[in-house]
Nanobody, 121 residues
Framework: QVQLVESGGGLVQPGGSLRLSCAAS????????MGWYRQAPGKERELVAT???????MYADSVTGRFTISRDNAKNTVYLQMNSLKPEDTAVYYC???????????????WGQGTQVTVSS
């Protein structure tokens, strides 16, 4: 069983910063790409940022220059540093990872439970 557990969400004022963490635990063979998605009330879930196992990153236009995704492969953890936060960044943030549970089984997507980020004065 693979679990992704997010932490680090909360309430922050506009212009502030937060750092999200997502740790993978359980029994698995390897983790491939990891990423962060978000879903605001009344909107569809959208991609925020992704990072490959080799460290290549990709960002949504709306967060480029403000957010930084990183990962620690030894800790099976992905981070999202969010700076210059805006009210429109308010959403539930979800961690995603492609996990190979056994050597001969293809990687499958796993999701965390989500963490609320609220940007408000």
């Amino acid at each position: 069983q693979v679990q992704l557990v997010e932490s680090g969400g909360g309430l922050v004022q506009p212009g502030g910063s937060l750092r999200l963490s997502c740790a993978a635990s359980g029994s698995f063979f390897s983790i491939y790409g990891m990423g962060w998605y978000r879903q605001a009330p009344g909107k569809e879930r959208e991609l925020v940022a992704t990072i490959t196992s080799g460290g290549s990153t990709m960002y949504a236009d709306s967060v480029t220059g403000r957010f930084t995704i990183s990962r620690d492969n030894a800790k099976n953890t992905v981070y999202l540093q969010m700076n210059s936060l805006k009210p429109e960044d308010t959403a539930v943030y979800y961690c995603n990872a492609g996990v190979k549970v056994r050597p001969l089984v293809g990687a499958q997507p796993y999701w965390g439970q989500g963490t609320q980020v609220t940007v408000s004065s």
